[in-house]
């Protein structure tokens, strides 16, 4: 059953003041929450979080398709790497990161 | 770098007449048949795909010289490499395959060593480089971005890593 939407999304207050904090310093930093169950919000798009997993925090750059789904779901709590096999990868531009 | 790439791995026999099912784990599961012969693990035996066809999560292969139950049971768990020669080129500048990537040496701007990449990763958020400080257990993360990784030596065998800065 889905959340009633006369609340609005959950998030976690101190996240609100961290986001902010981080936004106004400018720095390419990563803010380390535990707050695995809050939902992303628009304003925290082009920060990195430190989401953690119960070992340690895996970063997670906000982008905007990740708007309303919560933290924990990009921060696995389980190890599986699977094959390298022929998989690549493209070196990102760091904008959404260093955007903070 | 790696000189093999591990590509698929066999599974168990299906039915009576030498097919066996096998799992890809190449990024289109379907090109494992483009890679020409599969080597096992010590390079001993060679396995050439004849037919493949996709079944429920894994593909049913028809092997040369595989004709029989028997000989397919022994190729159970078997996995499968091929050179890492046989990789096409990439042409996208600043595109790399995890294979290259892997074994790196991980170093900051100011030369300081930071440890091996060990693994390139991917949770829904971004390709991660995972690197693994000398003697340390706990591996550190950095976003696979111009920012955080500002250059790649393929030729020096280096990655150099500008470190997240934490905040809690």
Redesign the interface.
Known sequence: MSRSVWKGPFVDGYLLKKADASRSSGRHEMIKIWSRRSTILPQFVGLTFGVYNGQKHIPVNVTEEMVGHKFGEFSPTRTFYGHTSDRKSKRSSGSASAAG | M?DR???AQFGAPHGIRGEVRLRS???DPA?IKTYGPLESEDGSRRFTIEALRPAKDHFVARLAGIGDRDAAEKLTNIKLYVSRDR?PP?E?E??????D??GLAAVTADGNALGTVT??????????VEIKPEGGS??L?????????PE?DMAARRMVV?P?????
């Open positions: 790696n790439i591990c590509v784990f190449t990024e090109a990789l990439i996208d600043g595109t790399y395959y995890h294979a990537l892997v693994a390139i990763l991917n949770f829904g958020a971004g390709d991660l706990t591996t993360m950095v976003p696979f971005t111009d920012t955080a990784v790649i500008n997240l800065t934490e905040t809690e």
